[in-house]
């Protein structure tokens, strides 16, 4: 097996809410709204909107409503401590860094070089209105990582 991710799926407390942040970010990281979809399962107290991509997918979920009103904590056991987004540049990872703060976007690192983690590994750090923390990072995968 290639270790592929298929789809993401990340439980937000308020989904409409989160829906229309998603709707500005996803396409800055290449996905067509034309490709999003909804779906709901009653009896699994379930509902998610999906942004689809030929790479993957991309999912923001609404909570149980026991869990609503629960902080969210990346450093909670079993949650999503950050997720990172690949470019194909600095200059990519500069461009989105200026769309990203145009939608207001929690900004928490700016783009930088980080030779703690590579040599070339350039990279900025963004929150979503809940706290959810994202990454847009550049480095040359294959230096460090041969197939």
Known sequence: MKPVIDHIHVTVSDLECAEEFYDKLMPLLG???A???HDTVPEHEYSVVEYHHGNFSFGIVSPRPAYKDEQISRRKPGALHHLAFHADSRTEVDELYQQVMAIDAE????PRLYPEYCKDYYAFFFKDP???EYEAVYFDRADYFPL
């Open 31 to 33: 996905f067509d709204l």
């Open 130 to 132: 809940e706290g959810i």
């Open 107 to 110: 900004i928490v690192h700016e």
């Open 35 to 37: 490709n999003k979809e």
